[in-house]
């Protein structure tokens, strides 16, 4: 089975923090992203990494920056949170290529912004 | 103009009742279509795959129709543990994931 795994699930942070959200997988994936989740607007991508150190801009990446340093892991990082970032952010992955390959989910880290 | 819009319902069947709802989407190019499954808090995770032809995975029909740029989830038979929310995926030509907002089904006994 596929696990993608959140570290920090539930987050409280001030407005001006840096918060890092880490998320790992341990399928040997080459793409992997994050997306926030709002009610009403679906899931929204923020970046994208296809491979170790790349990353694309997905529809929503100001604010935020992303980290790929080894395949496994891609990290999320807000350089001074706001109160309109609080959401629900879930990292995927998925195998590269193209239209087949599912895309697997952690399981969601709820950071609230204060 | 979304890319991708659902009703969010909700729908709210008895056990046993057949459901179905669309999802329309606005870039033809589109190329791969899916039907996702979220439970309240939880992560999102694959449904089904919605192929030209149309499929079916035990209770639940998939249709496709470019045409008119919609697809459609149809559950029989509904169960209580059908209660969810489904998410419309599109698959766009640069291969990356449109979302829609979601419908919300509800079950109940």
């Known amino acids: 089975d596929v696990k993608v795994t959140q570290s920090s699930r539930y987050l409280v942070k001030r407005t001006g923090e840096k918060v890092f959200l880490e998320c790992v997988q341990d399928m040997d994936h080459e793409n992997m992203f994050w997306y926030r989740q709002d009610p009403g607007l679906g899931l929204r991508l923020i970046y994208f990494s296809y491979d170790v150190k790349m990353k694309e801009k997905g529809d929503i990446p100001e604010g935020y920056s992303v980290s790929r340093e080894k395949k496994e892991r891609f990290s999320l990082i807000l350089e001074s949170a706001s109160t309109n970032q609080t959401s629900m952010y879930l990292c995927a992955s998925s195998l590269s290529g193209g239209e087949g390959n599912t895309i697997y989910f952690g399981e969601g880290s709820w950071l609230t912004v204060v | 103009r979304k890319e991708v819009e659902q009703d969010p319902g909700p729908f709210n069947v008895p056990e046993g009742a057949t459901v179905a709802f669309n999802c329309t989407y606005s870039n033809s190019a589109s190329q791969s279509f899916f039907w996702y499954r979220q439970d309240c808090r939880k992560e999102p995770k694959l449904l089904m795959s919605v192929y030209s032809s149309g499929n079916e995975d035990g209770r639940f029909t998939a249709q496709l129709n470019r045409a008119s740029q919609y697809i459609s989830l149809l559950i029989r038979d509904s169960k209580l543990s059908d209660s969810a929310t489904y998410l419309c995926?599109?698959?766009?030509?640069?291969?990356?994931?449109?979302f829609g907002a979601g419908t919300t089904v509800t079950v109940r006994a």
């Open positions: 995926v599109v698959r766009r030509n640069d291969y990356k994931l449109s």
